[in-house]
C-alpha cells in the first residue's frame, strides 16, 4: 500500500511551483505529457489533462529538471514518486491562467508577475507566528496593539493598495501599475494564523522574563505565607483586568491606545501611551541596575576580593552597549543575542530548582523564615506586580491566532502555570536562604563553584541583551509624537535626530539607574506601584465601565475595580518611597 505524502514534502512541493513556470512538465523524454501518459497510466490519474512540454526543452533544463519533479511529487504517493514519469501539477493553463504562449506574447511576462504576485500568500502565514524567537520579537513592533512599526523599516507596496485600502486589494491588479509603488510600513494588517499550541509558547514567553530573579528578595520583605498569597491574588486579578481589555478590545479596537481614543477621547489615549513609555523606562532602569550589581558580584567572586569596577562605572560601561543597540530599527535582527538571553535565563532558573530542592531534602527550611513581615511586605506587592506585567503583548497575541475566541482560556491556563512556578522559584529560594536572601539570588549560591560563576555571568548578558527590546516600544511611542512617520532612509538629518534621540534616552534610563543602583529590590516595587498598577488595574476597570459594561452590577464591579486600584498604587507606592528613599 502506497504511503501518503508527508505535509512538509507538500510545503516543499508548493513552495517549488509557485516559482516554476508553466506549460511544462517532470516527463523524461521530451514528449508531450500526454504521450508519457499512454506509456505509464498506472501511474497517472487519466481524469487529469495532463498537457505540457518537457522542462528538458528549457534552457539549462537538465540542471533544473529535479524542482519540476519535487512540484510534480505533491500529488503523488511516496512510493509512486519513485518512476520516470510523475504527474504533472501543472496544466496548460497555469494557476495564474497564462499559458506559455501568453507570456511569450509582449508584455505577457509582465502581466502574469502582476497576477502572481497578486494572488500569492507568503509561506510564512501558513506557519505559527512565533515559531522562532525573530518572529516573537517582531510581536513588539505591535506592542499593546499599537502600530510601532519603525518608520525606517519598510515594506515596498503600490500605489493602489495604499490609496484604495483593503477593499481594493481584492481587486485585479492593473497592469498601468508601477511594479515597485512607494513605501508605506510593513505594519500591513495580518490574519490569524498562529495555532492554540504556538500561542501557548508564545504566552509562556511573554510572561518569563528576567523579572523572576526578583522574586526571591520579594519573599523575603514579605514573608512566606504573605508573598504566596500576594501571589495568587495579583495573578487572578491580572487575569480579570486581562478579560476587561480584552472585552473593551472586541468591541472598540485592537490596541490600547485606540481602545482609549474611542472610549475617552485622545485625552485618555495619551495617558495610557505615558503609562506604558514609564513602565518600559522603569523596566529598562531596573535590567541596568540589576547587571551592575551581579556583575560587580561576579567580579569579587572570580577575584576573591574587591571588585575593579564599581556599580556606577558598569552602569556606565552599559550605556557603551546599548547606545549602538538602541539604534536598530527592526528587532528581529536582535534575535541570535535574544536567543542567547533566552537560554541562559532558562539555565539560571534551572539551576536554582536544582539547588534549593538538593538542598531543602537535606537541610530543611531556613530557621529565620516568617509567615509576614509587617515592615517591608509592600514591596512585595509592587514586585509580583511588576513579574506579572505582560500587558503590552496580550493584543498581538490574541490577534495572531486562527481561533481568538480560545484565547481566553487560554490565557487563563498559561497564568495558573507561571503562578506557579513564580511562587515556587521565590518560595523556595527564601526557605534556603531565610533572611540572608539577596536581591541578585545567585549571590546565595556558592560563589567558589565555577559553574554558578558562569551562570552569574550568563544571566547578566541575558538580561543586557534582553534591555534593547524592552526600551523598542517606549522609544517608538515618543518618537511618533516627535518625528511623525518621516523616514531615516530619506532624510539624513531625520536619521540623525532619532539617533540622537535615543542616545538621550539610553542616557536618561542610565542616569536613573545610578540613583536607584543601591535599592534594587526598592526600586523594582516602586516601577510595579506606580507604573504598572495604573496600566494593569485602573485603566482596564475604567474603560470597560465607560465602554463596555450596561448593568448596574457590572459597572459596579467596574469602580470597586478602580477604586481597589487607585488605594493600591497610592498606598503602597508612598510606602515605598517613604521606606526606601526616604528613611
Known amino acids: 500500500m502506497d504511503a501518503p505524502v508527508s505535509d512538509q514534502s507538500r510545503h516543499e512541493a508548493l513552495v517549488v511551483s509557485e516559482h516554476l513556470p508553466s506549460g511544462y512538465s517532470a516527463a523524461f523524454d521530451g514528449q508531450p505529457i500526454a504521450s508519457a501518459a499512454a506509456s505509464s497510466s498506472s501511474q497517472q490519474d487519466p481524469a487529469e489533462p495532463g498537457l505540457g512540454e518537457s522542462s528538458l526543452k528549457l534552457q539549462g533544463g537538465d540542471m533544473h529538471r529535479d524542482l519540476f519533479k519535487t512540484a510534480a511529487r505533491a500529488k503523488m504517493h511516496k512510493r509512486a514518486a519513485t518512476f520516470h514519469h510523475p504527474q504533472d501539477i501543472v496544466q496548460e493553463t497555469g494557476p495564474d491562467g497564462f499559458t506559455v504562449s501568453d507570456q511569450l506574447a509582449p508584455g505577457g511576462f509582465r502581466r502574469a508577475f502582476l497576477q502572481q504576485h497578486h494572488r500569492r500568500e507568503s509561506w510564512t502565514k501558513r506557519n505559527v507566528i512565533t515559531k522562532n524567537f525573530a518572529e516573537f520579537l517582531d510581536l513588539y513592533g505591535s506592542f499593546a496593539g499599537e502600530d510601532l512599526a519603525d518608520s525606517d523599516d519598510e515594506a515596498i507596496v503600490s500605489d493602489d493598495d495604499a490609496e484604495a485600502g483593503e477593499e481594493r486589494e481584492q481587486d485585479e491588479p492593473s497592469e498601468t501599475r508601477p511594479l515597485l509603488g512607494r513605501r508605506k510600513s510593513t505594519r500591513a494588517p495580518r490574519a490569524g494564523t498562529a495555532s492554540t499550541k504556538?500561542?501557548?509558547?508564545?504566552?509562556?514567553?511573554?510572561?518569563?522574563?528576567?523579572?523572576?530573579?526578583?522574586?526571591?528578595?520579594?519573599?523575603?520583605?514579605?514573608?512566606?505565607?504573605?508573598?504566596?498569597?500576594?501571589?495568587?491574588?495579583?495573578?487572578?486579578?491580572?487575569?480579570?483586568?486581562?478579560?476587561l481589555l480584552l472585552a473593551c478590545k472586541g468591541r472598540h479596537g485592537n490596541g490600547y491606545?485606540?481602545?482609549g481614543y474611542a472610549i475617552a477621547g485622545d485625552r485618555m489615549r495619551k495617558v495610557i501611551l505615558g503609562s506604558i513609555i514609564l513602565s518600559q523606562l522603569g523596566f529598562v532602569c531596573a535590567g541596568i541596575v540589576f547587571v551592575a550589581e551581579n556583575m560587580t558580584s561576579f567580579f569579587q567572586a572570580v577575584m576573591h576580593g574587591e571588585s575593579p569596577l564599581s556599580p556606577r562605572v558598569l552602569i556606565l560601561m552599559q550605556l557603551i552597549v546599548l547606545v549602538p543597540?538602541?539604534?536598530?530599527?527592526?528587532?528581529?535582527?536582535?534575535?541570535?543575542?535574544?536567543?542567547?538571553?533566552?537560554?541562559?535565563?532558562?539555565?539560571?532558573?534551572?539551576?536554582?530548582?536544582?539547588?534549593?530542592?538538593?538542598?531543602?531534602?537535606?537541610?530543611?527550611?531556613?530557621?529565620?523564615?516568617?509567615?509576614?513581615?509587617?515592615?517591608?511586605?509592600?514591596?512585595?506587592?509592587?514586585?509580583?506586580?511588576?513579574?506579572?506585567?505582560?500587558?503590552?503583548?496580550?493584543?498581538?497575541?490574541?490577534?495572531?491566532?486562527?481561533?481568538?475566541?480560545?484565547?481566553?482560556?487560554?490565557?487563563?491556563?498559561?497564568?495558573?502555570?507561571?503562578?506557579?512556578?513564580?511562587?515556587?522559584?521565590?518560595?523556595?529560594?527564601?526557605?534556603?536562604?531565610?533572611?540572608?536572601?539577596?536581591?541578585?539570588?545567585?549571590?546565595?549560591?556558592?560563589?567558589?563553584?565555577?559553574?554558578?560563576?558562569?551562570?552569574?555571568?550568563?544571566?547578566?548578558?541575558?538580561v543586557l541583551v534582553g534591555t534593547p527590546v524592552q526600551l523598542f516600544p517606549a522609544i517608538r511611542i515618543i518618537e511618533e509624537k516627535l518625528v511623525g512617520s518621516h523616514s531615516g532612509k530619506k532624510s539624513t538629518r531625520t536619521k540623525w535626530i532619532k539617533n540622537a534621540f535615543r542616545t538621550g534616552i539610553v542616557v536618561l534610563c542610565g542616569a536613573i539607574s545610578i540613583l536607584g543602583a543601591s535599592n534594587l529590590d526598592r526600586f523594582v516595587a516602586l516601577i510595579g506601584s506606580f507604573a504598572c498598577i495604573p496600566l494593569v488595574y485602573i485603566y482596564p476597570a475604567f474603560l470597560h465601565y465607560k465602554g463596555v459594561a450596561t448593568t448596574p452590577w457590572v459597572k459596579a464591579g467596574d469602580i470597586l475595580f478602580m477604586v481597589f486600584g487607585a488605594i493600591a498604587m497610592v498606598y503602597t507606592t508612598a510606602i515605598t518611597i517613604i521606606n526606601s528613599f526616604m528613611g
Not at 330 to 341: E, G, R
Not at 377 to 397: C, D, H, Q, R
Not at 408 to 416: I, S, T
Not at 429 to 448: V, W
Open 198 to 243: 504556538g500561542t501557548f509558547m508564545t504566552l509562556l514567553k511573554a510572561f518569563v522574563g528576567t523579572g523572576i530573579m526578583f522574586l526571591p528578595k520579594a519573599f523575603n520583605n514579605g514573608g512566606i505565607l504573605f508573598s504566596t498569597l500576594t501571589m495568587v491574588v495579583v495573578s487572578l486579578v491580572t487575569m480579570l483586568s486581562f478579560h
Open 257 to 259: 491606545g485606540e481602545i
Open 325 to 462: 543597540l538602541a539604534f536598530i530599527r527592526n528587532m528581529a535582527k536582535l534575535s541570535p543575542v535574544a536567543i542567547i538571553a533566552d537560554s541562559c535565563i532558562l539555565l539560571g532558573v534551572g539551576y536554582i530548582y536544582y539547588y534549593d530542592i538538593a538542598y531543602l531534602a537535606s537541610n530543611g527550611i531556613h530557621e529565620s523564615v516568617v509567615l509576614f513581615n509587617p515592615s517591608k511586605y509592600t514591596l512585595t506587592v509592587g514586585a509580583a506586580i511588576f513579574t506579572f506585567e505582560g500587558i503590552g503583548l496580550i493584543f498581538p497575541i490574541q490577534s495572531s491566532m486562527r481561533k481568538p475566541e480560545r484565547f481566553e482560556w487560554l490565557l487563563g491556563l498559561v497564568m495558573a502555570i507561571i503562578t506557579v512556578l513564580f511562587t515556587a522559584v521565590g518560595a523556595l529560594c527564601y526557605a534556603t536562604f531565610g533572611e540572608t536572601t539577596q536581591i541578585e539570588i545567585i549571590n546565595n549560591f556558592p560563589q567558589d563553584n565555577k559553574f554558578v560563576n558562569a551562570v552569574q555571568f550568563l544571566y547578566s548578558l541575558a
